[in-house]
C-alpha cells in the first residue's frame, strides 16, 4: 500500500504558510522566491532524469527560450504576457519534440549529447541575436500583470510562487500516479520489461521530455518578469549544470527531493558570497560527493536510513 | 579565391588538430571504462594554463612543457583514484554527473590559483608566417600538425605493437575476458585515464600560442572534443582523428563564409545532424539498435 500524499502536500503548504514569519527582509524574500523556482524547475527536470532516466544537459536552454520569448515578445512587439509565455512554451516544446522524436529511437544516452547541443546552440542565438535579447549585456523586462493585478515585490511573488510550488507538486505526484506516470517509471526499470506489456517507451520518452522543456519554459517566462533583467546566462551551459545537480543532490525520482535540492544549491552561491571563486569548486566537489556517497540522492537517502521507505 | 579559402583550410586543420587530441582522449576513456569523459577539456586547458605558469615562473619552456604535460596526467590518475573508483558499479548517468563534477572543480581550483585572466606563451619557432599559394601559415601550425601526427603514428604503433597498448585493446573489446587472460584492468583504467590526459595537455601546449589560454577555454574545447569523438563513432580511434580536423575544418569555413558569431555553434549543429542521421558516427556500423 503506498502512504497517501496529502499529509506531506499539507505540511509543506503549512510550513510555506509560516515561513514569512521567519524572514525578516527583502533579501531573504528574494532568496526564497529564487529557491521556489527552481524548485517548480527541478521537479519538472526530475520527471525526465529521476522518473524516465534520461538526462539532459542543455535545460537552461529551454528555460532560456521561455525568458527571452516573454522578453522579447512583450517588449518589441507589445504582447500580453500570457500569450508571450504560451507562446515560448509552444516553442520549445515544438523544439523538443523536434529533437525528441528521432532520438528516442535509439537506445542510450543519446539524448544527453543531442541537449547538451541543443542548449549551446540557443545560448549562441541569444548571445549573438544584439538587435532582439541585447546580446551579452541583456534586456529589460516588464512585471506581470495578471487579470488587473499586478505581480510585483518579492512578498506578492512569494504568495504566487508558494501557491504555484504546492500546485506544481500535487499535479507531478498525480501524473506519476496516473497510468502514464506507472509506464514512465516502468520503463526506467526495464525497457524490455516495459514494453512487453505494450508501453511504447519511444512515445512515452518524447511525452516526458516535451512535457519537462515546456515546463522549464513557463518557468524561465516567469523568472524574466521576476527578475526583470536578463543576460543569456540563464540559457547556459553552467545553468544547465546547476538545474542537473539540484536534481540530482536532492534525489532522483524525489519530488520532495526536488525541492530540498533546489533550497540547498540555491542557497549555497549565498552562503559562499564571501569566498569568491570557490563557487564551481563547491558545485563539483558536491556532485562528486553525492554520485559517489549518496547516488539516489539526500532525501531518499535520508528517508530509508530513518525507515521510511514509502 | 584559393587563398581565402586556403587560409580558412589552414585555421581550421590547425584548430581540428586539437580537437583530433582531445576526441583521441574521449575514445581512449571511453574504450577502457565506458564513461563519457565530460572533464577532457579541463587537460587541454591545464596543459596551457601549467605551461604559461612555469613560463612566467622562469623555467625553459620546454621544461615547462613537460612538467605541464606530467602534472596533467597525475591529475588524470587522481581522477580515477578519487572520483571514478570510488564510485565502482554506477550507471552511465551518474558517471557523466561525476566527471562533470570533477571538470568543475579542476576549472575553479585554476581559476582560483592562477587567476581569470587570458595568457600566452611565445611560438616555438617564431611567428613570421609562411606564404602558401597568396594564404599566410604560423609556422606554429606546422608544429600543431606535426606534432599531432607523431602523436597519432605513436599512438598506433603502441596499440599495434606493444603488450600495454594490446591490454587496453583487451580490455575495451571485452573487460571480462582480459581480466581472465591475466591482465589488471585496473591499471588499464589509471593508464588510460592519465594517456588522454596527458594527450589533452600536449594539445593545448600546442594551440595556445595561437589561440591563447584561460582558466575558462576548457569547456567548449571539451565540448568540441567530444562532438569530434562521437562524429568518428565513439570508441574508434583513427574516427576521432578524421572527426577532430572535420570539425576543425567546418567550423573555420562557416566562421569564414557564414559567419564568424556563429562559429561556435557549428559543432553542435553537426551533432544534431549526426544523431538524427548517422547515430553510430561516421565511421561507425551501419546499424542502429532500436529500442
Known amino acids: ?310 | 579565391m584559393l587563398s581565402e579559402f586556403l587560409q580558412f583550410l589552414f585555421s581550421g586543420v590547425t584548430v581540428g588538430a586539437t580537437y583530433a587530441l582531445a576526441a583521441l582522449g574521449f575514445t581512449l576513456i571511453y574504450n577502457a571504462s565506458h564513461v563519457i569523459n565530460f572533464a577532457q577539456g579541463e587537460f587541454i586547458m591545464l596543459g596551457g594554463m601549467l605551461t604559461v605558469a612555469g613560463v612566467s615562473a622562469g623555467l625553459p619552456l620546454p621544461v615547462a612543457i613537460a612538467l605541464a604535460i606530467a602534472a596533467a596526467a597525475v591529475v588524470g590518475m587522481l581522477v580515477v583514484r578519487f572520483a571514478i573508483q570510488p564510485a565502482k558499479g554506477a550507471d552511465v548517468v551518474s558517471l557523466i554527473i561525476i566527471t562533470i563534477g570533477v571538470s568543475l572543480v579542476v576549472r575553479g581550483l585554476t581559476q582560483i590559483s592562477l587567476g581569470k585572466g587570458t595568457h600566452s606563451f611565445p611560438a616555438f619557432s617564431g611567428s613570421e608566417p609562411l606564404h602558401v599559394l597568396g594564404a599566410t601559415l604560423l609556422p606554429q601550425s606546422l608544429w600543431v600538425l606535426g606534432v599531432t601526427a607523431a602523436v597519432v603514428a605513436l599512438l598506433g604503433w603502441f596499440f599495434s605493437r606493444t603488450l600495454t597498448g594490446k591490454a587496453i585493446l583487451a580490455t575495451a573489446y571485452n573487460r571480462l575476458a582480459a581480466q581472465l587472460v591475466g591482465i589488471s584492468t585496473n591499471k588499464v583504467l589509471f593508464l588510460s585515464f592519465a594517456l588522454s590526459a596527458a594527450l589533452g595537455a600536449l594539445g593545448g601546449v600546442l594551440v595556445t600560442p595561437i589561440t591563447m589560454t584561460s582558466a575558462d577555454v576548457g569547456i567548449m574545447l571539451g565540448l568540441k572534443g567530444f562532438v569530434a569523438a562521437v562524429l568518428g563513432g565513439l570508441g574508434n580511434g583513427l574516427g576521432a582523428v578524421v572527426g577532430g580536423l572535420l570539425v576543425g575544418v567546418a567550423e573555420a569555413m562557416a566562421a569564414g563564409y557564414i559567419s564568424s558569431a556563429y562559429k561556435d555553434a557549428v559543432p553542435f549543429v553537426m551533432i544534431l545532424f549526426l544523431l538524427f542521421f548517422l547515430p553510430r558516427g561516421l565511421f561507425g556500423a551501419r546499424v542502429t539498435e532500436r529500442v
Not at chain 1, 531573504?28 to 524516465?52: H, K, Q
Not at chain 1, 532516466?53 to 529551454?62: D, E, R, V
Not at chain 1, 553552467?238 to 540547498?264: C, D, K, P, Q, R
Not at chain 1, 552562503?271 to 562528486?288: K, N, P, S
Open chain 1, 1 to 310: 500500500m503506498r502512504r497517501s500524499r496529502y499529509p506531506g502536500l499539507l505540511a509543506l503548504s503549512l510550513f510555506l504558510a509560516l515561513l514569512p514569519l521567519a524572514l525578516p527582509n527583502a533579501y531573504t524574500y528574494d532568496v526564497v522566491v529564487r529557491i521556489l523556482i527552481n524548485a517548480i524547475l527541478v521537479m519538472g527536470l526530475n520527471l525526465l532524469v529521476g522518473f524516465a532516466g534520461q538526462i539532459s544537459l542543455g535545460h537552461a536552454g529551454f528555460v532560456g527560450m521561455g525568458a527571452y520569448s516573454t522578453a522579447v515578445l512583450t517588449t518589441h512587439a507589445n504582447w500580453h504576457p500570457l500569450p508571450a509565455m504560451a507562446a515560448g512554451a509552444a516553442l520549445a516544446g515544438f523544439l523538443a519534440l523536434m529533437v525528441a522524436r528521432p532520438i528516442f529511437r535509439l537506445k542510450g544516452q543519446y539524448l544527453t549529447m543531442a541537449t547538451l547541443g541543443l542548449g549551446i546552440i540557443i545560448a549562441i542565438v541569444i548571445g549573438n541575436e544584439s538587435a532582439w535579447t541585447g546580446g551579452p549585456d541583456g534586456m529589460p523586462v516588464s512585471s506581470l500583470s495578471l487579470v488587473g493585478f499586478e505581480l510585483s515585490g518579492e512578498k506578492r511573488w512569494y504568495g504566487f510562487m508558494a501557491v504555484l510550488l504546492v500546485f506544481s507538486l500535487w499535479s507531478c505526484q498525480n501524473l506519476m500516479d496516473s497510468p502514464f506516470g506507472r509506464a514512465v517509471r516502468a520503463l526506467h526499470g526495464s525497457e524490455v520489461a516495459s514494453q512487453v506489456v505494450g508501453v511504447n517507451v519511444g512515445r512515452y520518452k518524447v511525452a516526458v521530455f516535451v512535457l519537462t522543456a515546456m515546463l522549464a519554459s513557463v518557468m524561465g517566462s516567469l523568472t524574466a518578469h521576476y527578475v526583470g533583467f536578463l543576460t543569456p546566462g540563464v540559457a547556459g551551459f553552467f545553468h544547465s549544470i546547476e538545474l542537473v545537480t539540484m536534481v540530482v543532490v536532492g534525489g532522483m525520482a524525489s519530488l520532495y527531493g526536488s525541492i530540498v535540492g533546489a533550497a540547498l544549491l540555491t542557497m549555497l552561491p549565498q552562503l559562499l558570497a564571501t569566498l569568491e571563486g570557490w563557487e564551481t569548486v563547491a558545485f563539483g566537489a558536491i556532485l562528486v560527493f553525492t554520485m559517489i556517497f549518496m547516488p539516489r540522492g539526500l532525501v531518499p537517502t535520508l528517508a530509508a536510513r530513518f525507515g521510511r521507505t514509502r
